[in-house]
């Protein structure tokens, strides 16, 4: 399955912005999907999860009650829903998939990886 991130831009502090992660190749009702988030100097690291239905998700303690994962089997798609950026948001997000029945967290679980696109929150 291949992955397009794409929705990234700038946008001041306290501000939103809508990530979407296009897939092709196959159906994504198959896969748990994640985004995960870059930035400058520092290691890539976890910030949100669905399960294939969507009844499961999870997300990192730096982004929850801001963030909401959701997903759209029939277009084949995942967005990142950020409300209330922070400068500290600042990094290039990726989207993944991985061929499981629930969620994943972990970097190393993932199979597949999109491009990132770049989000840069102002102050």
């Known amino acids: 399955v291949q992955l397009q991130a794409s929705g990234g831009g700038l946008v001041q502090a306290g501000g939103s912005l809508r990530l979407s992660c296009a897939a092709s190749g196959r159906t994504i009702s198959s896969y748990a999907m994640g985004w995960f988030r870059q930035a400058p100097g520092r290691e890539r690291e976890f910030v949100a999860a669905?399960?294939?239905?969507?009844?499961?998700?999870s997300y990192a303690d730096s982004v929850k009650g801001r963030f909401t994962i959701s997903r759209d089997n029939a277009k084949n798609s995942v967005y990142l829903q950020m409300n209330s950026l922070k400068p500290e948001d600042t990094a290039v997000y990726y989207c993944a998939a991985v061929s499981l029945p629930t969620i994943a967290t972990k970097i190393y679980e993932y199979d597949y990886w999109g491009q990132g696109t770049l989000v840069t929150v102002s102050s």
């Open positions: 669905i399960s294939r239905r969507g009844g499961i998700t």
